[in-house]
């Protein structure tokens, strides 16, 4: 688990850029083409090793769920019902995670584990199609977002245009350095 929620926490902040960069849409194909492959890894495994790689690959998939949730969340719902929508992805969050062990004993106890994790797979896969089939509704505009977010930042900063870059490696090193001094003081 400590696998899963370190490899999560590393792809959640870098799918971010990546979502800002590429759009929500296909990161989140990605990301659930990741868990139903993890589902199959876990099927397949023969040992730890295989089973690590699983949790390696699951941490992929599931680090992408918030930054393309809240991005398609706030390009697709009207502001009044901003609320509403973050309680519905917040509820169904945690019956997804409720029903999944529900899932993984029933399937494993009928049949086997692995057929549990192959019923899973099949599952995500299923859940691919069905997103792959109504991507028309999943579309957020990368670039009309860039250009706002550059207006927004030219018009609250306006003699800052050209220098974010630098001073962001610099405040990059800067937190490098804390935290080497950190962990060797």
Sequence with gaps: MTIFCVVSCIVQASSGFLVDRIGARP???AGVGLLSLAALTYSQSNGCAMLVLGVVIAGCGNGVFHPVDYTLINHKVSPP???Y???VHGVTGYLGWAAAPALMVGMTTLF???IAFLTAATLEALILLVLWLSRERLVDDVQARRDESQASHAASNPGAA???LKYFWL??????LAVLDFLFL
């Design 81 to 83: 019902n901003l609320p």
């Design 85 to 87: 929508a973050y309680s």
């Design 27 to 29: 990161v989140l194909f």
């Design 162 to 164: 050209g220098c974010t």
């Design 112 to 114: 086997d584990w692995r």
């Design 171 to 176: 405040s990059k090193a800067a937190c490098c």
